[in-house]
């Protein structure tokens, strides 16, 4: 199973919105609503952001939404903040029946 | 609040063996499928392993089957990862994760490193 396609890099200023894409293929993300997205900043662990494409888990900072088109799924980070830099990574489940990862994407406040 | 705690990892050499543990609580253990994850060194996330709550059924990436057996022990609250011929690949830090119906993963440890050196 090939990773998720997401773009290496993405920066934006204070209080700017940007998106973060992912791609994969009607056997992951165009096949199911099973995508989820973490945040990871350095040295910690991964945190889940959205789950089932749109849903946010208690905890999570309603300034990130997730959506989905065809193959596929974005995030979207609203009135971007100093805090959300760090890696961004998007999954979803397969016909195979086991997750596969993106590469991620490492967002940066200018 | 969910806590789930790692260790076991080391260095180990190429062609060696090692076992993690995963010590999770604040949570009804046995109704949660749960999974290992990977991140080697400056790279993304890699899901090695998942194990069901309701069966036991198992499921491993092909980078890691037939080498790598993830176990439960319920009445212990503890994820095990027994890893065998290990290679220089496999060097990473391994998080255990809470897994929702083998889809996605809400809950993380901090993670233990494996590093696979002679």
């Known amino acids: 199973q090939s990773a998720l396609t997401q773009v290496a890099s993405v920066s934006g200023s204070p209080g700017q919105s940007i998106t973060i894409s992912c791609t994969g293929t009607?056997?992951?993300?165009?096949?199911?609503?099973?995508v989820s997205w973490y945040q990871q900043h350095p040295g910690q662990a991964p945190k889940l952001l959205i789950y089932?494409?749109?849903y946010r888990p208690s905890g999570a900072s309603d300034r990130f939404s997730g959506s989905k088109s065809g193959n596929t799924a974005s995030l979207t980070i609203a009135g971007l903040q100093a805090e959300d830099e760090g890696d961004y990574y998007c999954?979803?489940?397969?016909?195979?029946?086991?997750?596969?990862f993106g590469t991620g994407t490492q967002v940066t406040v200018l | 609040e969910v806590k789930l705690l790692e260790s076991g990892g080391a260095q180990v050499q190429p062609g060696g063996s090692l076992r993690l543990s995963c010590v999770a609580s604040?949570?009804?253990?046995?109704?949660?499928?749960m999974s290992w994850v990977r991140q080697a060194p400056g790279k993304g996330l890699e899901w090695i392993s998942t194990?069901?709550?309701?069966?036991?059924?198992?499921y491993y990436a092909d980078s890691v089957k037939g080498r790598f057996t993830i176990s439960r022990d319920d009445s212990k609250n503890t994820l095990f990862l027994q890893m065998d011929s290990l290679r220089a690949e496999d060097t990473a830090i391994y998080y255990c994760?809470?897994?929702?119906?083998?889809?996605?993963?809400?809950?993380w440890g901090q993670g233990t490193l494996v590093t696979v050196s002679s």
């Open positions: 994760a809470k897994t929702m119906y083998k889809r996605y993963f809400d809950n």
């Open positions: 604040g949570l009804t253990f046995n109704i949660h499928a």
């Open positions: 194990i069901d709550h309701f069966r036991g059924d198992t």
């Open positions: 009607s056997s992951d993300v165009g096949g199911n609503n099973y």
């Open positions: 089932e494409v749109t």
């Open positions: 999954a979803s489940y397969t016909i195979r029946g086991t997750p596969v």
